[in-house]
């Protein structure tokens, strides 16, 4: 089911998002790449996207993907993605956006985030509504599905826990 959902990443062509990329594109949909001039000639940036933005480093490309993006996903990945996934679920909790984050939880590959998450919850150091901002799913049909029922919290709470009386 052909969803019109528009792709923005870091615009490789290499790895899981390189494939992505192309499926992508290959299914007529639209796809925009942002990748580091220092890493545009490392990564092999990719050619035949829809459009690439070449941006001078890391924090412009997070932060050009994130004004770009309605929504965040992340893919089975290395610690790039992690340090992504945790920063955009952060600026959730700080309210910096209001978008959905996701997490593709193929062949349980996300479990120990999630466990580690709730850990935190139990100990203290997280609230359960702010970890309950990343919604994870096995596939990206189920994943997707819960996007589009996604609507930001009703109660924008600031990060802090409320003080105990």
Known sequence: MARRIELVYGGGSVGLMG???DTV???GGRVIGVIPGPL???EVAHAGLTELRVVASMHERKSVMAG???GFIALPGGLGTLEELLEVLSWAQL????KPVGALNAAH???GLLRLLAHA???GFALAEHVALLQ???TAAELLDLFAAWRPPATRRAWLAPTET
């Open 19 to 21: 494939v992505l990329a």
């Open 25 to 27: 594109m290959r299914g």
């Open 40 to 42: 545009a000639t490392r």
């Open 68 to 70: 770009l993006a309605d």
């Open 95 to 98: 309210g910096v956006h209001w």
């Open 109 to 111: 590959y996300y479990d």
């Open 121 to 123: 919850v139990e100990e």
């Open 136 to 138: 994870a799913a096995p």
